[in-house]
């Protein structure tokens, strides 16, 4: 067997792994979750969107003359 196959093997046959990766559908996947929890999630998104959006007027500005 060679060496891709048992590292790929030894991975993801693991249900630890598969465990870590969550749910295949993620949809309202905060809802059972604790207030405080889902407003962490909440704010943790709207940083990460911001970043993307600050990255996106970054990207525009270089190419705009």
Known sequence: MSRFLRWFHRT???WSF???L???QVSKAVDG???AAREGWKHDLERRKRYSRE???RRHRAHVP
Do not use: I, S, V
């Open 12 to 14: 993801f046959d693991d």
């Open 18 to 20: 598969r465990y870590l």
């Open 22 to 24: 969550g749910p295949a």
């Open 33 to 35: 979750t604790e207030p």
């Open 55 to 57: 990255q996106r007027e």
